[in-house]
């Protein structure tokens, strides 16, 4: 059922990336109003899955997309019809 959620849960539009394309710390950076060493730590710590090429990392849309669902906080009435 989780998947089934996930799926019908839409991420907001400001996040709109393609599934293919390839993103740099920066980039999410300034989609999510973060720092960017903040985007480096989830990617360090594997919140945000990543690829690191000599200390670069790199995001899959697709692996944005999801992490940005994942993220995405419900009100607490879904939170309890889920329990």
């Known amino acids: 059922m989780e998947n ?3 799926a019908s849960s839409p991420v907001h539009s400001i996040f709109n ?3 293919d394309s390839v993103l740099h710390v920066e980039d999410i950076a300034e989609l999510v109003n973060m720092h960017v060493e903040s985007v480096r730590r989830w990617c360090r710590n594997g919140k945000l899955p990543s ?3 000599g200390n670069k990392y790199i995001v ?3 692996d944005f997309k999801d992490f940005m669902r994942k993220s995405k906080i419900k009100p ?3 939170q309890l019809l889920n329990e």
């Open 4 to 6: 089934f959620e996930e």
């Open 17 to 19: 990336v393609s599934d």
């Open 51 to 53: 690829y690191n090429f």
């Open 60 to 62: 899959v849309g697709s």
């Open 76 to 78: 607490r009435w879904e």
